[in-house]
């Protein structure tokens, strides 16, 4: 029996680890500047410093520097050359490499695109770890987040100007985005769609991302999904060629797919006619093109379904429910859904006691009227009553209120009155409420461009010249309108005295509370108003305020070139927004405010006749404006008394 001594059993070890302790030797030299990151500062630490701790957990811990920087083999002299060339993966990776010349990250980076990602761009560098490693910039879960790098945010830049779409953060907010960071091994990531090394545009025929192959990349989860879509005739009119037949991610969308619960989603429910189907099925060219129906989406959303799924009900039937999501076939196909063989069966997945009868009659067919003549002369027949029935009421109650208006105005001419308005003022008023409603008219016509009493002015001839001319022209009126008014103070006693009764004071205030509390049965007298009330105070000075409120921003808005010549560039949207919503303010003040005191008001209807008479009774004066009502009789009195001396 031989006697082994134990340390001859490390003689073996001795050789197997020489090429260890001979790379640590080589790269040891390299350490001896790349671990140092103070040697540095100022440069890309990220691409020059290198620490053994790092280096040798990689997958490639066990090569030496050399092996990849190979234009360094055999340089003993250091600190080395700094122009070296670029790494070669394709040493060891040759058939990754040739695949990856194939893809449009190559592509981008022949055109001189130095953005594009290269190997380590995605893999690390010095820092390569297993896609096994969680760590891994290529663990499945951690691809996203990768491809984010270039792909996030801001969008990714193919030059200096075009952008593509945010792909990393719509796709973070997909059903398959959020799978994935739940943790969720089996949700869809990037490579699983683009590809791995061989990742290529969608307009490549070979790309997984052309609308060809589509398909048969989701097909790769959605299995039985492919198999119905390919035998629907989307699926068919797609391989015959016909590029703009849908795919999956024409209706999903590419990136930001989400669940057809979601309320955001474009498949959802009461989404689906109008932004999904509607948009082949109501594109105006497609229709053209191919000689598909043209009032699918317009004869659905004009139905009880389409009412009700419109305003939000999820239990009634959409368009899947009744062509299904991915088998969609023709009616004449026998393995359709809406086939007259099956049409029955599919109206009993809601209506339990369905027959062909009523199958029969809820269909696009039937609700079209140049399908369905008879339901046409219905609908003419009732246009044509509605007018006459609905027309002749108007006229009849038109008859009726012009007698009181004219019964009223005789009634006042007959009785004392006092002077609330001259002539110059009743001038004044009529063409303010000309001027005023031209501009509302003009101007929301413009802001309206869709309402149905906008295109009716459009088909009498206002089109945006005529409107825009005409706007301007009247808000010209309003302005010489305003500076008559300002001289009609100054120079008239009257307006003076009229300007003077409409000052705000502190009285106003108190009348306020005194009249909400006699409408409220908190006070047993009516407020002894002077010549104006609050109301009409306040009417006077909204008026000031919003004429020249309008007039500046309106100026801005014409002329915009001078107005950012003195101001700064906000000054024209945020004229714009004063403007339009000083308008709405304007127009309901009018409608709530001044037609409720001149007409609704249980004392003047069915109108006032003060803006034409210029009158006003003797007892509305004395029951509303009760102070200056006494006032008036004092005056006169006075003025009688000298009369009978003179």
């Not at 020489?18 to 030797?25: F, K």
């Not at 500046?552 to 014409?558: A, N, P, S």
């Not at 004066?621 to 004092?634: C, D, F, G, I, L």
């Amino acid at each position: 029996m031989y006697r082994i001594r134990t340390p001859y059993i490390f003689i073996p070890l001795v050789f197997l680890t020489t090429p260890l302790w001979g790379q640590a030797d080589q790269n040891q030299a390299c350490y001896d500047c790349h671990a140092e990151a103070s040697m540095f500062e100022g440069a890309n630490a990220a691409k020059f410093v290198v620490t053994p701790g790092v280096f040798n957990k990689s997958v490639h811990g066990s090569f030496a520097c050399a092996d990849c920087h190979q234009d360094l083999a055999g340089v003993t002299d250091f600190p080395h050359k700094e122009d070296l060339a670029p790494v070669n993966c394709g040493t060891c990776h040759e058939d990754v490499q040739q695949v990856y010349h194939t893809s449009l990250h190559w592509y981008a980076r022949e055109r001189g695109n130095e953005r594009a990602p290269t190997c380590a761009g995605c893999h690390g560098a010095h820092d390569i770890l297993p896609s096994s490693d969680p760590n891994a910039l290529t663990q499945r879960q951690n691809i996203p987040k990768m491809c984010a790098s270039c792909h996030g945010e801001a969008g990714l830049l193919t030059d200096q100007l075009v952008r593509l779409e945010r792909a990393a953060t719509t796709y973070a907010a997909s059903i398959h985005g959020r799978a994935s960071r739940m943790g969720n091994a089996t949700a869809a990531i990037c490579t699983d769609c683009h590809g791995v090394h061989d990742l290529k545009g969608p307009v490549d025929p070979t790309s997984t991302v052309n609308p060809q192959n589509i398909d048969k990349t989701c097909g790769k989860c959605h299995v039985e999904v492919q198999q119905q879509y390919q035998r629907s005739i989307h699926g068919r009119a797609l391989q015959a060629g016909i590029r703009e037949s849908p795919t999956c991610n024409t209706c999903h969308g590419e990136h930001l797919i989400l669940s057809p619960k979601d309320p955001h989603a474009r498949t959802f429910a009461s989404r689906q006619a109008m932004e999904t189907c509607g948009e082949c099925h109501e594109d105006p060219r497609l229709v053209a093109k191919y000689g598909i129906a043209s009032d699918v989406v317009a004869t659905y959303v004009d139905s009880y379904h389409g009412w009700a799924s419109l305003s939000g009900a999820e239990d009634v039937a959409t368009c899947v429910d009744c062509h299904t999501a991915h088998w969609v076939l023709p009616k004449r196909d026998p393995a359709s859904t809406v086939s007259q063989r099956n049409v029955t069966e599919t109206c009993r997945q809601c209506h339990a006691d369905a027959t062909v009868a009523f199958a029969a009659s809820y269909t696009h067919a039937t609700a079209s009227l140049a399908s369905n003549p008879l339901v046409s002369w219905v609908q003419g027949l009732y246009i044509i009553l509605i007018i006459a029935v609905i027309g002749g009421m108007a006229v009849h109650n038109a008859i009726i209120l012009n007698y009181y208006l004219v019964e009223k105005k005789r009634a006042e001419k007959a009785v004392p009155g006092f002077l609330r308005m001259d002539k110059i003022q009743i001038v004044q008023h009529i063409a303010l409420a000309v001027s005023f409603t031209g501009l509302v008219i003009t101007g929301f016509a413009l802001r309206f461009p869709n309402s149905w009493w906008a295109e009716m002015l459009g088909r009498v001839g206002m089109t945006e010249g005529v409107r825009s001319t005409t706007h301007r022209g009247l808000a010209v009126a309003l302005i010489v309108l305003a500076f008559t008014h300002v001289l009609y103070i100054a120079l008239h006693r009257r307006g003076r005295e009229e300007f003077v009764s409409m000052v705000p004071r502190w009285k106003d205030v108190m009348d306020f509370i005194h009249q909400m509390r006699y409408h409220l049965w908190k006070h047993p007298e009516h407020v002894r108003f002077n010549r104006y009330d609050y109301t009409q105070k306040a009417e006077y000075w909204a008026l000031v305020w919003g004429t020249g409120i309008m007039a500046l921003t309106g100026f801005v808005l014409w002329f915009p070139a001078v107005a950012v010549r003195y101001f700064p560039t906000w000054i024209v949207q945020v004229s714009q927004t004063i403007h339009y919503y000083e308008a709405w303010l304007a127009t309901l003040a009018i409608l709530v405010w001044h037609f409720f005191f001149t007409i609704f008001h249980p004392r003047e209807y069915p109108m006032s006749w003060t803006w034409i008479t210029g009158k006003m009774p003797e007892d509305n004066a004395r029951s509303h404006h009760a102070e200056w009502y006494e006032q008036q009789v004092a005056e006169a009195e006075g003025k009688s008394g000298e009369d009978a001396k003179s």
